[in-house]
């Protein structure tokens, strides 16, 4: 049944893509002796994204009391690894703005969802191992898209998904997916990243952040516990929050960061609403 599905993806003609900007910079910054300047100039060649980033720069976010006007400047302050997030951010959100009207599914919310992933996976991989603090913003950022393909193109499918949860409360969208078909979204996003020839940690990480947490598999691990944590942890009304179930299986290399969940996690609130705002005001630019 896989390979049929994914044949099925193949013959999809308008099939979201990327550009070429997003490839060119992460082949650019892979080159640790990669300049502010070769950068500027390869983010020029782009005017709308070139735009994006003075915006970015010059929002709220940031602060500066004087506008921000030279792309140098902006590569400068923002630094290489929060210029490559936002060219992937802003090109994968304009890729995918879903045609149909789907009433269990709401794309900002998915957006939100998906955004708050990427800033948790960011903060962990910050905290745990630095190398990968780029790859999980990414992969935190892409790993549901899976669901995007699912809802724009097998609508049918999708539907049948949320009738399974409906009937089942209890069950999982994953679950649930178990059941209809023996491919899910993780699967159909991997295969997606893959065919954009992204690095392939990333695709690794995207088809297994519903898999056993792993310290062998780390841009996998802080993507699927920054996934749960999501999806779980609701701060109470003073901005406390309790260590949230379903983390018994985290590698070690992650427990430091999860020990002290009730006191960095509330105030990434922040950051994450800040980004959400921010992204999702320009998505369509």
Not at 192 to 211: C, N
Not at 233 to 251: H, N, T
Request: with cysteine; aromatic share 10%; charged share 20%.
């Amino acid at each position: 049944m896989k390979p049929v599905f994914f044949q099925q993806i193949d013959r999809i003609r308008e099939l979201p893509s990327l550009p070429a900007i997003v490839f060119k910079v992460n082949h650019l910054l892979q080159d640790l002796s990669t300049t502010a300047d070769q950068l500027t100039r390869i983010i020029e060649t782009d005017q709308a994204m070139a735009a994006k980033i003075l915006k970015l720069v010059n929002s709220s976010f940031y602060g500066f009391n004087s506008t921000i006007s030279s792309i140098n400047t902006a590569v400068i302050i923002l630094g290489f690894n929060m210029v490559q997030h936002a060219v992937v951010s802003f090109s994968v959100m304009k890729a995918f703005s879903l045609k149909k009207n789907l009433k269990r599914f709401n794309i900002m919310d998915f957006w939100h969802h998906s955004l708050a992933v990427s800033v948790i996976s960011k903060y962990l991989a910050d905290h745990a191992d630095k190398t990968l603090s780029s790859d999980c913003f990414t992969a935190g950022l892409l790993h549901d898209i899976g669901k995007l393909i699912l809802a724009e193109y097998f609508p049918e499918h999708f539907e049948k998904i949320w009738l399974t949860m409906d009937e089942s409360p209890d069950i999982s969208f994953i679950d649930a997916e178990k059941m209809e078909n023996n491919v899910n979204h993780a699967e159909i996003g991997a295969y997606l990243v893959g065919k954009w020839l992204l690095p392939q940690p990333l695709v690794d990480a995207i088809r297994d952040h519903h898999s056993a947490f792993s310290g062998d598999h780390r841009i996998s691990a802080i993507i699927g516990i920054a996934n749960l944590l999501v999806h779980t942890c609701c701060p109470d009304p003073e901005g406390r929050i309790a260590l949230p179930d379903g983390l018994s299986d985290a590698p070690a290399f992650l427990l430091p960061q999860l020990q002290t969940l009730p006191q960095w996690y509330p105030r990434l609130q922040v950051e994450i609403a800040a980004t959400c705002q921010f992204f999702s005001a320009h998505q369509n630019e």
